[in-house]
Nanobody, 120 residues
Framework: QVQLVESGGGLVQPGGSLRLSCAAS????????MGWYRQAPGKERELVAQ???????NYADSVKGRFTISRDNAKNTAYLQMNSLKPEDTAVYYCNADIMSTMRAWRNYWGRGTQVTVSS
C-alpha cells in the first residue's frame, strides 16, 4: 500500500511564507513525477508545480518566481516552498505522484490535501 501525506499548511499573512512537505510511504520501488495541485472553493483543481526524478521542474504562471518545488529522492519526499503569498493562493494543496510499487506497477497517487489560507 502506498500513501502520500502532506504537511505544512496553515494560516499566513499576505507576503508571508510556508513550506509544504509531501512524504510518500509504503511499498515503493520508484517515484517519477511528483507535483503539487491546488483547489480553491468553487474552482477546479489546478497544477501548481511539478518535478520529475531528474530535477526538471514546471510551474504554473501564477506562482513562477514565488514558489519553488524540490524533492529528496532518498526520503521519497517533495517540498513546496511558497514565498510572497497572496490571498489568491488560498486553497487546499494536494500532493500527486507517479509511483511504481514493489509489484512493478505504475500508478498515480493523491494525498488528502493540506489547507493553505492567506489572510490578514
Amino acid at each position: 500500500q502506498v500513501q502520500l501525506v502532506e504537511s505544512g499548511g496553515g494560516l499566513v499573512q499576505p507576503g508571508g511564507s510556508l513550506r509544504l512537505s509531501c512524504a510518500a510511504s509504503g511499498s515503493i520501488f520508484s517515484i517519477n513525477t511528483m507535483g503539487w495541485y491546488r483547489q480553491a472553493p468553487g474552482k477546479e483543481r489546478e497544477l501548481v508545480a511539478q518535478i520529475i526524478r531528474g530535477g526538471i521542474t514546471n510551474y504554473a504562471d501564477s506562482v513562477k518566481g514565488r514558489f519553488t518545488i524540490s524533492r529528496d529522492n532518498a526520503k521519497n519526499t517533495a517540498y513546496l516552498q511558497m514565498n510572497s503569498l497572496k490571498p489568491e493562493d488560498t486553497a487546499v494543496y494536494y500532493c500527486n505522484a507517479d509511483i511504481m510499487s514493489t509489484m512493478r506497477a505504475w500508478r498515480n497517487y493523491w494525498g488528502r490535501g493540506t489547507q493553505v489560507t492567506v489572510s490578514s
